[in-house]
Each structure stands twice: as C-alpha cells, then as structure tokens.
C-alpha cells in the first residue's frame, strides 16, 4: 500500500470526523439560540411583571431597612 493510499484514507475519515463535528456545531447553535429566546421571553415576562407592580416605574430608588420609608408606612 502507498503513502498516497494511505493519506487519502486518513484525508477520508478525518472529513467524516469533521463533517459529525460540523453538524454537533449546528445543534449547539440551534439550542443556544433557543435558550436565548426563552431567556428574552422570561426577562419580558419580569419586566411586565414588576411594571405591574410598580406602574410608576420608579424600581431603583427602593432600599432594605430604610427606616424613614418605614415610618412612612406606620410600621415603625
């Protein structure tokens, strides 16, 4: 058997080899894409969900233990 045989034999497997890898590439990326929808889908959901709750938007001003805020609410 030549050398040449032989390299065309290993170029033939390491195609087949490349090709599974190819198509294990698609799936991966064909699932990350999915994940990101859902994840768009799941922070849209939250978004809505605490404009439901605070319909004034104003989220970042809250604090934990804020004490004129607890006074304000009689619960202090």
Request: glycine share 6%; net charge negative.
């Given at each position: ?64 233990n ?7 609410a009689?619960?202090?």
């Amino acid at each position: 058997m030549s050398i040449g045989r032989l390299v065309q034999i290993y170029q033939f497997f390491w195609m087949l080899e490349s090709h599974a890898q190819q198509r294990l590439a698609w799936e991966d990326a064909e699932q990350m894409r999915t994940a990101r929808l859902r994840a768009e889908h799941q922070a849209a959901a939250q978004l809505q969900a605490m404009l439901v709750a605070n319909p004034s938007g104003s989220l970042g001003h809250a604090q934990l233990n804020d004490e004129q805020a607890l006074k304000d609410a009689g619960l202090i």
